[in-house]
């Protein structure tokens, strides 16, 4: 019998407190100033976190993680807790210092030297080591062993490309299913992070509809605005049943349904959220276009809904 | 069963129920579940009928009704819907004028399930046209033995249906079958409405009703024996995606109906996500059946005759008939705008 799909006392009162923490600390005015200065990191901030001690929230479990993962996500906070996620698997990041790994890399081994190159690669300015992984075998770099080409990308957060030509890599034991557990680690954090984004999107946009007058009533009014809303808040309401499954069951068919659903439904919510502002929803003043961003990169991270079905469909003999 | 409560399990003893408490009952249910076994009583006497007689009903109408129910005896339908009354339901017409101690009742209900079959109706009919149409209503139990009243099966598009029709032509009904007070039959009714609106919806979305025929097919399967696999996958690379982003929802929407469950077990209220069942759970179960049929390609177009296979056959009348699933229990267009309204709270 899987665990109850419904939080526990402590993981409400974390989820507390982690807004508590996010109001206080990281409003969305924070990453606004971040992106303004150019910032795709926010050092301060994760030593912050680190200090009350959520290095070890992995270490916790996935559910807790998930809890304020999804609290983070609603205002877009820049840390390195799904690379914390991943490291966890491998017991290390309580500290902070997390590994990048490359999940979407090309390499070659020769002996205990690495070639090779991977796109994107989240916080590899934050992180303490680089994992990748070739020949069915797990190795850890030293980042100054590699090239790592820091990116700016729509959504303003670590990544880089990293480029490694012939450094000495460490066997980390672990073959491919740890690997993929890391991999689906990481998937976890990142889908429960997309529920806070989707979430918050949603509440801003149904607020405006609220509030926004036009022919002398409430947009809200309008039939073909509220059917549009509902498929939103549908959409929102199946991730978090995706999220919380994942999360307490991280297998990989159960990961991939939630992975899926997340990508469709935060692009979906974010586009429809753009629209539903109407003009100021296209302008830089307003804050909805930073969620179309984060939107777009994140469900480009760690598999598309096409890989996930693919995967779904392998593991069910299809 | 029956000498234990259990066809009521929820229903006070003195009505032959066994008086167990909504978490007993769940536990109740999954031990069903768990040894394979079916509930010892369906229909709409003990999920519609009944609840209402419970919350609104006389001593007198629970001592005759609800035994019965309990016992398994007689049959009820819901005479609710009219040719001009279907997603408004509150503007129906069926006329009931007093005369003496009866009341009169002439007009027509349909979408009424196994009304052909059924002992009695409960039935929503007119007794005022002035004023607010809501407060005109009234909500009254007829034997259909009673002189004038005729049923007819309504074909559906998929070639059968439990739906009838069923005429009322002056019949007459004792004042003491009405439920609560005269004109108040909609504030009756209304209470499970949102009842059978949750109920259609987690029935739909946990596979949904179909021919027994049609008990184990499952899309994976039928493609594989379809199209075949080649190097372990589907040859048909986007039916293999699209069958894997079905299978996909309805796991998710299994899941979901978990977790409104697990929500009530630990003692919370039912959260927002129930609100969606009906209108989730049935385009999944469309869009199951619409791939069936696309699988079956030219196979999935027999109506009858020897050359499609029963289960083909099947199979494409279950995709007609999955068509009324987001018709009927409330349309999915009515669905939406009342979470717009009740649930995300959008204005008027």
Same mark, same amino acid.
């Given at each position: 019998?899987n665990?109850h799909?419904v939080?526990?006392?402590d #993981?409400t009162?974390?989820?507390?407190?982690a807004?508590?923490?996010?109001?206080?600390?990281?409003?969305?005015?924070?990453?606004r100033?971040?992106?303004?200065?150019g910032?795709?990191?926010?050092?301060?901030?994760?030593? #912050?976190?680190?200090?009350?001690?959520?290095?070890?929230?992995?270490?916790? *479990?996935?559910p807790?993680?998930?809890?304020?993962?999804e609290? $983070?996500?609603?205002t877009?906070?820049?840390t390195?807790?799904i /690379?914390?996620?991943?490291?966890?698997?491998?017991?290390?990041?309580?500290?902070?210092?997390?590994?990048a790994?490359?999940?979407?890399?090309?390499?070659?081994?020769?002996g205990?030297?690495?070639?090779?190159?991977?796109?994107?690669? $989240?916080?590899?300015? /934050?992180?303490?080591?680089?994992?990748? @992984?070739?020949?069915?075998q797990?190795?850890?770099?030293?980042?100054?062993?590699?090239?790592?080409?820091?990116?700016?990308?729509?959504?303003?957060?670590?990544?880089?490309d990293?480029?490694?030509?012939?450094?000495?890599?460490?066997?980390?034991? *672990?073959?491919?299913?740890?690997?993929?557990?890391?991999?689906d680690a990481a998937?976890?954090?990142q889908?429960?992070?997309?529920?806070?984004?989707?979430?918050?999107? @949603?509440?801003?946009?149904l607020?405006?509809?609220?509030?926004?007058?036009? @022919?002398g009533v409430?947009?809200?009014?309008f039939?073909?605005? #509220?059917?549009?809303?509902?498929?939103?808040?549908?959409?929102?309401?199946?991730?978090?049943?995706?999220?919380?499954?994942?999360?307490?069951?991280?297998?990989?068919?159960?990961? /991939?349904l939630a992975?899926?659903?997340?990508?469709?439904? $935060?692009?979906?919510?974010?586009?429809?959220a753009? #629209?539903?502002?109407?003009?100021?929803?296209?302008?830089?003043?307003h804050?909805?276009?930073f969620?179309?961003?984060?939107?777009r990169?994140?469900?480009?991270t760690? *598999?598309?809904s096409?890989?996930?079905?693919?995967?779904?469909?392998?593991?069910?003999?299809? | 069963?029956l000498?234990?409560?259990y066809?009521?399990?929820?229903?006070?003893?003195?009505y032959?129920?066994a008086?167990?408490s909504?978490?007993?009952?769940?536990?109740?249910?999954?031990?069903l579940? +768990?040894? &394979?076994?079916?509930?010892?009583?369906?229909g709409?006497?003990? !999920?519609?009928?009944g609840?209402?007689?419970?919350?609104?009903?006389? =001593?007198?109408q629970?001592?005759?009704?609800?035994?019965?129910i309990?016992?398994?005896? %007689?049959?009820?339908?819901?005479?609710?819907?009219?040719?001009?009354?279907?997603?408004?339901?509150?503007?129906?017409?069926t006329?009931?004028?007093?005369?003496?101690?009866?009341?009169? !009742?002439?007009?027509?209900?349909?979408?009424t399930?196994?009304?052909?079959k059924?002992?009695?109706?409960?039935?929503l009919?007119r007794?005022?046209?002035?004023?607010?149409?809501?407060?005109?209503?009234?909500?009254?139990?007829? =034997?259909?033995?009673?002189?004038g009243?005729?049923?007819?099966?309504?074909?559906?598009?998929s070639?059968?249906?439990?739906?009838?029709?069923v005429?009322?032509?002056?019949v007459?009904?004792?004042?003491?079958?009405?439920?609560?007070?005269?004109?108040?039959?909609?504030r009756?009714?209304?209470?499970?409405?949102?009842?059978e609106?949750g109920?259609?919806?987690?029935?739909?979305?946990? &596979?949904?009703?179909?021919?027994? %025929?049609?008990?184990t097919?499952?899309? +994976?399967d039928?493609?594989?024996?379809?199209?075949?696999?080649?190097?372990?996958?589907?040859s048909?690379p986007?039916?293999r995606?699209?069958?894997a982003?079905?299978?996909m =929802?309805?796991?998710?929407?299994?899941?979901?109906?978990?977790r409104a469950n697990?929500?009530?077990?630990v003692?919370?209220?039912?959260?927002?996500?129930?609100? %969606?069942?009906?209108?989730?759970?049935?385009e999944?179960?469309?869009?199951?059946?619409?791939l069936? !049929?696309? %699988?079956?390609?030219l196979?999935?177009?027999?109506?009858?005759?020897?050359?499609?296979t029963?289960?083909?056959?099947?199979?494409?009348?279950?995709?007609?008939?999955?068509?009324g699933n987001a018709?009927?229990g409330?349309?999915?267009e009515v669905? +939406?705008?009342?979470?717009?309204?009740?649930?995300?709270g959008l204005?008027?």
């Open positions: 019998m665990p799909l939080l526990t006392e #993981q009162l974390l989820a507390e407190s807004t508590e923490f996010a109001n206080a600390e990281a409003p969305l005015s924070r990453f100033a971040q992106r303004d200065a910032h795709t990191r926010d050092p301060e901030l994760w030593g #912050q976190l680190v200090d009350l001690g959520w290095g070890g929230l992995a270490l916790m *479990g996935l807790e993680l998930a809890v304020v993962m609290v $983070l996500g609603r877009l906070v820049q390195p807790l /690379s914390l996620a991943a490291s966890a698997v491998l017991e290390e990041g309580e500290d902070g210092a997390v590994l790994f490359a999940f979407d890399g090309r390499f070659t081994r020769d205990d030297r690495i070639h090779g190159v991977a796109r994107g690669v $989240l916080d590899a300015g /934050s992180a303490s080591a680089l994992a990748v @992984f070739v020949d069915d797990m190795f850890r770099l030293d980042l100054a062993d590699v090239n790592v080409s820091p990116l700016t990308r729509i959504d303003f957060r670590d990544a880089a990293i480029r490694i030509e012939g450094a000495t890599a460490t066997p980390i034991p *672990g073959r491919v299913e740890t690997w993929s557990r890391c991999r998937t976890v954090a889908c429960a992070e997309m529920l806070g984004t989707m979430s918050a999107a @949603f509440e801003m946009t607020a405006y509809l609220k509030e926004r007058e036009q @022919f409430k947009i809200g009014s039939q073909a605005l #509220q059917h549009r809303a509902v498929d939103l808040f549908t959409e929102i309401e199946l991730s978090r049943t995706g999220v919380m499954a994942a999360a307490r069951d991280p297998r990989p068919t159960t990961v /991939s992975k899926a659903r997340c990508n469709d439904a $935060l692009m979906k919510t974010c586009n429809e753009v #629209q539903l502002h109407g003009g100021i929803g296209m302008t830089d003043e804050d909805i276009g969620f179309l961003k984060r939107a990169v994140a469900s480009r760690l *598999g598309t096409a890989w996930h079905r693919d995967r779904y469909a392998r593991e069910r003999g299809y | 069963m000498a234990k409560g066809t009521a399990p929820t229903w006070p003893k003195a032959g129920g008086e167990l909504m978490a007993e009952y769940r536990i109740f249910k999954e031990e579940t +768990r040894l &394979g076994l079916p509930l010892p009583l369906v709409f006497g003990l !999920v519609m009928i609840p209402i007689l419970l919350a609104a009903g006389s =001593d007198a629970k001592q005759e009704h609800l035994p019965k309990v016992r398994g005896e %007689i049959r009820w339908c819901q005479g609710y819907s009219e040719p001009n009354a279907g997603s408004d339901l509150a503007s129906l017409g006329r009931a004028v007093v005369d003496g101690q009866e009341l009169v !009742v002439n007009g027509q209900k349909i979408w399930s196994h009304a052909d059924a002992d009695w109706i409960f039935c009919v007794t005022r046209t002035e004023g607010k149409k809501q407060a005109g209503i009234t909500f009254v139990l007829i =034997d259909m033995e009673t002189p009243i005729s049923t007819r099966p309504i074909e559906l598009i070639g059968a249906s439990p739906f009838c029709e005429f009322f032509e002056d007459r009904v004792p004042m003491s079958h009405i439920i609560g007070e005269m004109h108040d039959g909609w009756v009714a209304k209470a499970l409405l949102a009842h609106r109920m259609v919806g987690e029935s739909v979305a946990a &596979g949904g009703a179909r021919a027994p %025929i049609l008990s097919f499952n899309l +994976r039928y493609a594989i024996e379809k199209v075949g696999l080649s190097n372990g996958e589907l048909d986007l039916l995606h699209q069958i982003q079905s299978e =929802d309805q796991e998710l929407m299994r899941l979901t109906i978990r697990d929500r009530l077990r003692g919370h209220q039912p959260g927002p996500e129930s609100s %969606i069942f009906k209108i989730v759970g049935t999944l179960n469309m869009r199951r059946w619409q069936a !049929v696309e %699988i079956g390609g196979d999935g177009l027999g109506w009858e005759g020897p050359e499609y029963d289960i083909e056959l099947a199979m494409t009348r279950q995709w007609l008939r999955s068509r018709i009927e409330g349309t999915s669905q +939406r705008n009342i979470v717009a309204r009740h649930v995300l204005p008027k």
